[in-house]
């Protein structure tokens, strides 16, 4: 649930912009909420600029909390400044105007205002958690491991977020969100043709594996523990498949259901990649690029059902076959 909480003011924010096309009103509403956020963002980081700056406040909470150390401070507050300073400008008409010359984005829906400013707050506080907790590498070093139920609960905002954008009863009918979501019966041909995917992006992801392991040993044994880390607490097979297939429904309907017909395949592939921090700036982080692209790729040419299956292929096969290779 506490994913849930943390996304609980762009869940609000997404539901009052879904009037924002038909009511001035709700239009404001919408602008006045995202500043307001974003205000209290840019205050988190002035205030994380300012620990950063006082050697008596770096010693506090280095004692307090020891993964907090100074120097993580200072690129977190980077990082959230940047984020409060970007947010705003995609609020402004002529810029929306401009990124709809390259995206299939509407410069004066004030729902896909909403959504630019939205996911740039939200790929940008992702990021800022990697120096918040001190790097990727203090994570490892963690000996507790994220529960079975939390991870199969950090799902359900994302599945909310597709719901609530795309204007479930609220500017589509249900039969409308499903066709908007890009929902559709997957045929046996496009089964064949996520199957021969899923031995690509597994293929490829070994690959990348394979010459991480050589080069770097030391940083692919610490992507190892934190992968203990994030996915230790799900032991029997039946939990394994259980986070695979909600990671599965849940991004596809959002990432290629809701927010690619708007945001373009490129776009959308760099907000699925930067939205998974637990990555860090590793080999990994190529790996989810290249999976988004292959997956953006496949939207394009069939339908949000078949992006479903081949995400959950190449999850489930990932986590039963990778263990086996050499």
């Known amino acids: 649930m506490i ?15 879904q009037w924002s096309d038909r009511s001035r009103a709700a239009l404001w509403l919408t602008y006045g909420l995202i500043l307001l956020f974003d205000a209290l963002v840019a205050l988190v980081g002035l ?16 004692i307090q909390v020891p993964a907090l150390t100074p120097s993580h401070w200072d690129v977190f507050a980077l990082v959230v400044l940047g984020t409060a300073l970007l947010t705003p ?14 995206i299939p984005v509407d410069s004066q829906s004030g729902v896909h205002a909403a959504a630019l400013a939205l996911g740039v707050l939200a790929v940008g506080l992702n990021l800022s958690q990697v120096p918040l907790i001190g790097g990727l590498e203090v994570l490892a070093e963690s000996t507790a491991q994220v529960a ?29 969100t499903w066709e908007r979501l890009g929902l559709a019966r997957v045929t046996w041909p496009q089964v064949g ?9 597994l293929a490829f ?43 599965g429904v849940t991004e596809e309907l ?15 592939a760099a907000i699925f990649t930067g939205v998974h921090v637990q990555y860090g700036f590793t080999p990994a982080t190529l790996e989810v690029l290249g999976g988004a692209l292959v997956l953006g790729w496949l939207r394009q040419r069939t339908n ?23």
């Open 148 to 176: 079975f139920l939390d991870l199969l609960l950090s799902n359900l905002p994302i599945g909310l977020f597709a719901l609530v954008g795309v204007g479930f009863l609220i500017r589509r009918t249900s039969r409308e």
């Open 205 to 247: 992801y070994y690959g990348v594996d394979s010459v991480w392991r050589a080069l770097a040993p030391d940083d692919y044994a610490m992507m190892e523990a934190l992968g203990e880390v994030l996915y230790g607490g799900v032991m029997a097979t039946w939990q394994a498949l259980a986070i695979s297939l909600a990671a």
């Open 254 to 268: 959002f990432f290629r259901g809701a927010l690619q017909p708007r945001f373009g395949l490129l776009l959308t």
């Open 304 to 326: 949000t059902g078949t992006c479903v299956l081949l995400h959950v292929l190449y999850d489930v096969a990932g986590l039963f076959i990778f263990p086996l290779l050499p």
């Open 89 to 102: 400008v995609f609020l402004l008409p002529f810029v929306r105007r401009g990124l709809s010359r390259l």
């Open 193 to 201: 043709l996520a199957v021969g995917l899923a031995v690509v992006i």
């Open 3 to 17: 994913g849930l909480l943390a996304y609980g003011p762009f869940l609000v924010i997404a539901l009052i912009a």
């Open 47 to 62: 205030l994380a600029l300012l620990i950063g700056a006082s050697q008596e406040m770096q010693h506090l909470l280095s």
